[in-house]
Structures are given as structure tokens and as C-alpha cells.
């Protein structure tokens, strides 16, 4: 009986849990969806690099694979934040300027 109240507890206070915006932690403003379309936009306008052509830079480079990428300012300019991973294992972060393609700086690895 006390496990179907407890279930029947946590059902009702789901929806509430649910219907909460996420909150805002004070994140930049590159980090949604919508961000994800203004930094396409970037790209058709000719503002920024495409991020293909910054891994295929960075893969010239130091072959390996990339992991993950996120987007943000360097310095006040838009960058590239690339995570990538060598072929022996090493994670590298190069920050990469987004409207030239020139790998700004590297960390790690």
C-alpha cells in the first residue's frame, strides 16, 4: 500500500517538475537551439567558417577524430571550442577564431 502512495506521489508532482522552464544559469547566449541557427546564418552570410572546414584543418593537422565542439568568444571574437582526441589517446581543445579559420590556440595534449 506504501509503494503505491509513494508512486502516486511522484506521478502528481511529475507534471509540476515538467511545466517548469529550464532555468537560466546565467549562460552565454550561444549555448540553444536558436544559437545553433544564428551561427548557421553566420556561416550562409560568410561571417564565420563552417565547422567542416575547421575539423578538416585541425584533422590536417593532428590526425585523430573530434569529440565534441561547442561555440563562443575568444578574446571578444566568435571561436570555434574543439575537443578533439589523437590517435594515441591525448584530448586537445584548440580554440579556433570563427570568422578566419586560424586556430587561435591549443590546450592539452
Known amino acids: 500500500m506504501k509503494?503505491?502512495?509513494?508512486?502516486?506521489?511522484?506521478?502528481?508532482a511529475a507534471p509540476a517538475a515538467v511545466a517548469q522552464p529550464y532555468p537560466d544559469y546565467g549562460?552565454?547566449?550561444?549555448?540553444?537551439?536558436?544559437?545553433?541557427?544564428?551561427?548557421?546564418?553566420?556561416?550562409r552570410g560568410g561571417r564565420q567558417v563552417p565547422l567542416s572546414q575547421v575539423i578538416a584543418n585541425i584533422a590536417a593537422r593532428t590526425p585523430g577524430r573530434q569529440l565534441n565542439t561547442t561555440q563562443g568568444d575568444a578574446g571578444g571574437r566568435p571561436a570555434y571550442f574543439v575537443q578533439w582526441q589523437t590517435n594515441d589517446g591525448r584530448v586537445i581543445i584548440f580554440v579556433v577564431d570563427a570568422q578566419s579559420g586560424q586556430i587561435i590556440s591549443r590546450q592539452g595534449g
Do not use: N, T
Open 3 to 12: 509503494r503505491l502512495l509513494v508512486i502516486a506521489v511522484l506521478l502528481a
Open 27 to 43: 549562460r552565454p547566449s550561444y549555448g540553444g537551439r536558436g544559437d545553433q541557427d544564428a551561427a548557421r546564418d553566420a556561416v
